[in-house]
């Protein structure tokens, strides 16, 4: 059973520019990194084609391992697959939080690649009533970085305040008129923050802040990103506009608590497989399996490279 620990942060009075952030919790580099994390090792809940190996495993096969100072996550590139799907890795961190400032900092993302669904995110154990917070996710050829909120009903945010494109409103995990599951989603527009656009640009910084009152968004190039947040004392009010902006008729406090942060690199399954027929993916194979099953070269850029991941309290 994995332990836990909770971080409960004091309530906002105002708004972004009355935080003050200081270092909660700092990620070790490396393959102590995976030391704060277990490997979650059950069938995809989201129905994908693939087969999440434990630490020693994933070890062993090299989809694990320290690269210079940073840490590399990855999938098999080298065998054809079988059995439940191609070997990934899925880690959640031990640790808990409420509220927080998270900032990643990436040296390489997976790269925009047919039959791929990576994502970095946080979760509560009881979804979704306690909420899921997607920072990064993509499927396939994705340009741009997905930003989304799912949660139980009562949740909907507005359209402004973010320099993204707002695709879905509704948050609640089954609200109609939306598709199932869709969630309230933001998208980026930038090609830098996402796949192949994020790499070519020499990776990149994204940046959570969640309080009681809102959960945004931020991302930077490493040329871009601002100075007090590369020095390490993060004011998200001095940023400029967001890329995702999550507040409205929504009560955050009710709808997201004790989340973890969550690393994984999927196939197929609800999403990317459910498209593979609509993009151009679908002229590769016939269908998103047999493609992610048979040609285990073209995920050999489908990675995380970490260089640093940092949790901030107020």
């Known amino acids: 059973m994995r332990t836990s620990t909770l971080l409960q942060l004091a309530a906002l009075a105002g708004l972004s520019s009355a935080q003050t952030y200081t270092l909660y919790d700092d990620y070790p580099t490396g393959m102590d990194f995976f030391s704060k994390f277990s490997f979650f090792t059950d069938s995809d809940p989201t129905n994908g084609y693939v087969d999440y190996v434990d630490e020693n495993t994933a070890s062993d096969a090299g989809l694990i391992y320290a690269s210079g100072n940073a840490t590399y996550v990855g999938v098999d590139s080298s065998h054809v697959a079988s059995g439940s799907g191609r070997q990934s890795v899925r880690l959640t961190s031990t640790a808990s939080y409420t509220h927080g400032l998270f900032v990643l900092d990436l040296a390489h993302m997976p790269g925009s690649v047919c039959g791929s669904w990576p994502a970095f995110w946080t979760v509560g154990s009881d979804w979704p009533n306690n909420g899921e917070i997607d920072i990064i996710e ?133 999403w990317a497989g459910n498209v593979w027929s609509s993009g151009t993916c679908s002229s590769l194979a016939s269908t998103c399996n047999d493609y992610v099953q048979n040609n285990p070269s073209a995920f050999s850029e489908t990675y995380w490279l970490i260089n640093s991941l940092k949790v901030y309290s107020s």
């Open 138 to 270: 993509g499927v396939n050829k994705q340009s741009a970085n997905a930003m989304t909120l799912h949660t139980s009903e009562g949740c909907t945010i507005n359209d402004s305040g973010f320099s993204g494109t707002l695709s879905t409103s509704n948050c609640w995990t089954e609200a109609p008129g939306q598709s199932n599951n869709a969630g309230c989603g933001i998208d980026a527009t930038s090609s830098a923050t996402y796949g192949d656009g994020f790499n070519s640009a020499g990776g990149g910084i994204y940046a959570m802040e969640w309080t009681s009152d809102y959960i945004q968004v931020f991302e930077f190039t490493h040329d871009s990103a601002p100075a007090d947040l590369t020095a390490g004392t993060p004011d998200p009010s001095t940023w400029g506009e967001p890329a995702a902006y999550f507040a409205g008729d929504c009560d955050i406090d009710s709808h997201f608590t004790s989340n973890q942060i969550v690393f994984d690199i999927t196939f197929c399954g609800d």
